[in-house]
């Protein structure tokens, strides 16, 4: 048995991480990224991270400026500018 199919490295941990939180990683990879989150320190504070950055942003509802708000926006500065020139 090749030590890659169980261990993976700490690159491969992140992403699989990733992929974990979009609900993109196989079944197998969970496996390898539970082994790997079990004795790297490296990998658990990355995914300790990164889900408290996920739950931020998806606690923040925040939502930006709409077309009309932002052309509007950049006109009003636009005579701001030449304003005061």
Do not use: P
Not at 12 to 34: F, M, N, P, R
Not at 58 to 73: F, I, M, N, Q, Y
Request: hydrophobic residues 30%; aromatic residues 10%; glycine residues 4%.
């Amino acid at each position: 048995m090749k030590k890659k199919f169980l261990f993976i490295s700490c690159d491969e941990a992140k992403h699989i991480c990733d992929k974990v939180q979009y609900g993109e990683a196989t079944g197998w990879e969970q496996v390898q990224l539970s082994l790997r989150l079990m004795w790297c320190k490296f990998t658990k504070s990355y995914s300790k991270s990164n889900s408290k950055l996920t739950d931020a942003i998806e606690k923040a509802h925040v939502s930006g400026l709409k077309l009309e708000e932002r052309e509007k926006l950049q006109k009003k500065f636009e005579e701001d500018l030449t304003n005061n020139q």
